[in-house]
């Protein structure tokens, strides 16, 4: 079976679907090529651009490597219409020669020139839903269809969006939420929706195994400056306004005036690092290659990610730290029996709730289980044997889309009251 996987970005190192996808369909063993353009992560946002521009490696238009068992195909893009656009698409599916074509989103020129290359070279189509309510603003208002923000989404994304799901076999969301966006805003039929979550490399992402991984344990701790009574509460990506992480490090910081044994952990860099940096009992550290967080994650105790959801928080969870989220969160599956909810935006709040999970029992509980949920229901290997199923049934006509339960949706109406930022689709 020989399979392309379309996409606008692609980072290496990192642990993105992207990366991981492929790599599990590889080693179920599938033909597998990524086609991407020499966008960074975040690229849609300037001052993500440059958060990344110091770590993600520059990747050369033209260029074709073997990463993980699958080959990496990079091609020059324009951008038209707010969309990114691969230039040469159509000649490299013409030299690939797909059974399936797995694109990342309902909408947009890759979504288009997929579906038309269908027409012409007889692949099966699938899709993803990635963007979470939390970061579509329309999704937190309630407004009619015929709304001038509603007709102008509907121009700009259902209407091409409906043209493309003619031509796309199933669309994989990666959460309720997503779903419900897909198919009110994108124009992505209901029937042709899957759940299908992001997955965890439970390879790297595990619980300490071993004197081995207790003395990396022990070293990291020691070379961040922790002690062994420490109770260190980790958050990783982006320092910026949208994802907040200013907010852990004010209520760690608080914590330490009160003389309470936690500290903070902060992996990555953005526009809050100073001001993290001079928080008490706050640490700062640059982005890491994914192998290494593994490690940096089982070095500590609590998970935390303040505002918006992140694919970290499932690394986090198979490394079996409980997990503290908002709220308002669209992925509450993340939590179950593995963590606990503080109110969005309240320090104090946050405090009150790191404060139930200083005790190592309520800890310890919370974290096997999300372990254990992990490595069960969320690891790449499962999720990519649950893809292969489809699209072989594809290729023997076997396959036929199925419809969502309406229970397994969220209501419109509970939309309105979420708050977030429109920062573009969530890579998490």
């Given at each position: ?49 440059q958060i ?49 074509v ?11 020139e997929?579906?038309?290359n ?8 699938f ?30 994304r ?24 897909a198919?009110?805003?994108?124009g ?15 390879e ?54 009160a003389?309470q ?10 526009p809050?690092?100073?001001?993290i ?148 689709p969530?890579?998490?």
């Amino acid at each position: 079976m020989r399979i392309a996987l379309i996409t606008e970005i692609f980072a290496p190192g990192m642990g993105y679907l992207e990366n991981m996808l492929p790599k599990y369909l590889a080693r179920l063993g599938a033909e597998v090529d990524v086609v991407a353009s020499s966008l960074l992560p975040g690229h849609r946002q300037s001052s993500a651009q440059q958060i990344y521009r110091d770590f993600a490696p520059k990747l050369a238009p033209g260029s074709v490597e073997t990463l993980d068992g699958f080959r990496l195909h990079v091609l020059r893009h324009t951008t038209s219409l707010g969309h990114v656009r691969l230039v040469g698409l159509r000649q490299k599916l013409e030299e690939l020669r797909p059974h399936i074509v797995q694109t990342m989103t309902p909408i947009g020129w890759i979504a288009i020139e997929s579906a038309w290359n269908r027409l012409r070279l007889g692949y099966h189509l699938f899709s993803g839903c990635h963007y979470h309510a939390s970061v579509f603003p329309l999704a937190q208002r309630d407004l009619t269809f015929f709304h001038p923000e509603r007709v102008k989404c509907y121009l700009q994304r259902g209407l091409h969006g409906r043209m493309v799901s003619w031509a796309t076999l199933k669309y994989y969301a990666i959460s309720p939420d997503c779903a419900e966006v897909a198919q009110r805003f994108f124009g992505v039929p209901r029937h042709k929706l899957e759940l299908c979550p992001l997955g965890v490399d439970t390879e790297i992402f595990h619980p300490v195994s071993g004197a081995e991984e207790r003395a990396e344990r022990a070293a990291w701790r020691e070379r961040l400056g922790f002690q062994a009574g420490d109770i260190v509460c980790v958050y990783s990506g982006r320092f910026g306004d949208d994802k907040n992480p200013l907010l852990l490090a004010r209520a760690v910081a608080q914590l330490v005036s009160a003389g309470q044994p936690f500290r903070g952990l902060f992996i990555g860099n953005g526009p809050q690092a100073a001001e993290i940096g001079r928080c008490p009992g706050c640490v700062t550290h640059p982005f890491v290659p994914m192998r290494q967080l593994g490690g940096l994650y089982r070095a500590c105790e609590i998970g935390v990610w303040p505002t918006q959801e992140s694919m970290s928080m499932l690394d986090a969870l198979a490394c079996g730290l409980p997990l503290i989220a908002n709220d308002t969160m669209h992925a509450p599956e993340r939590l179950k029996d593995s963590g606990m909810q503080y109110r969005l935006g309240d320090v104090d709040n946050l405090v009150r709730t790191l404060r139930v999970l200083s005790v190592p029992g309520i800890r310890h509980k919370l974290g096997a289980a999300g372990a254990r949920r992990m490595r069960e229901g969320f690891s790449w290997e499962a999720i990519a044997a649950r893809r292969t199923t489809d699209y072989a049934s594809a290729l023997t006509g076997k396959g036929s889309p199925e419809a969502i339960e309406p229970g397994e949706l969220p209501s419109r109406a509970s939309f309105g009251a979420k708050r977030a930022a429109d920062v573009g689709p969530s890579r998490t």
